[in-house]
């Protein structure tokens, strides 16, 4: 059987999974705080038909070999955290992180991490995602508030009319060394692992800290363009993967009538 069959098979796998990620990237173009993904590939293990460094029986040295590569595969999908675009909201609880970090929520008793700043208030007056996960340190406004303001140091405070603060804490983001490291668990919620190493809790404006703008939204990183790029140039890669295996099917078909 003709390798090329095997290795063309694995470009048109490869290719499936490039296409797949690409297709997610687009799919989350207005996602606040989504972050583009990359999948990058790797050669297969090689055929040595001849060593290149060989002594011939000559005394020669062979200054290059013969070798016959088996394909491609996945290595990796690797997450891009740069930033955003901006979007203007003048909504008092939209958050962005100008720069590094994350905000920390919890999700039925264990901490996730997330660039989403679309906070909302639930029924007890309290700081939450739009799915009710609780912004950390936990903030609740009361009843009789007028204004929320946030600082860039990330000072939230409760206004009454007169501008007396009736309640505040103070949001730390939080900073990984390795963020393409963080597991994506989707809802925009990361979590920590062992590529990604501990969180570090940062003051907004820190060093190596971003702070925080209120009434704005980080949109996804994802540009359009480049994924379009991406996506015809994938494309064609997964099409001439697969001449490659017709032209393969025709030789082995020339072969087999040899006989007649």
């Given at each position: ?6 290795t ?6 490869a ?66 955290f ?17 720069g ?17 700043g ?8 309290t700081v939450?995602t ?33 501008g ?6 103070d ?7 390795n ?9 925009n919620l990361?979590y ?7 969180a570090?809790?940062g ?10 703008a ?11 363009v ?7 140039v ?8 697969s ?9 082995l ?8």
């Open positions: 059987m003709m390798r090329s069959l095997w063309a098979a694995t470009g048109m796998i290719q499936q999974l490039n296409i797949d990620v690409i297709s997610n990237n687009l799919a989350n173009v207005n996602t606040i705080g989504f972050k583009k993904s990359r999948a990058e590939f790797e050669d297969l293990m090689y055929q040595n038909q001849k060593i290149a460094g060989a002594t011939t029986q000559a005394g020669e040295i062979i200054p290059t070999g013969i070798q016959v590569g088996m394909g491609v595969r996945p290595t990796t999908v690797h997450k891009f740069s930033q955003g675009d901006y979007q203007n909201t003048s909504n008092s609880l939209d958050l962005a992180i100008e590094d970090g994350f905000f920390l929520v919890d999700v039925n008793g264990e901490d996730a991490y997330t660039r989403a679309a906070f909302k208030l639930n029924n007890d007056g939450v739009a799915n009710g996960y609780k912004l950390q340190p936990e903030f609740t406004v009361p009843t009789d508030t007028v204004s929320i303001e946030v600082s860039e140091d990330g000072h939230i405070s409760a206004l009454d009319s007169s007396t603060e009736l309640a505040g804490a949001i730390k983001l939080y900073t990984f060394i963020p393409a490291g963080l597991r994506a668990s989707g809802r990361y920590p692992t062992e590529a990604s190493g501990d570090t809790e003051t907004p404006g820190d060093t190596n800290v971003g702070t925080i209120q009434g704005y939204l980080e949109m996804s990183n994802v540009e359009i480049d994924e379009m790029v991406n996506m015809i994938g494309q064609r890669a997964y099409e001439v993967n001449k490659a295996i017709t032209t393969a099917d025709s030789m078909g020339i072969a087999n009538q040899l006989k007649r």
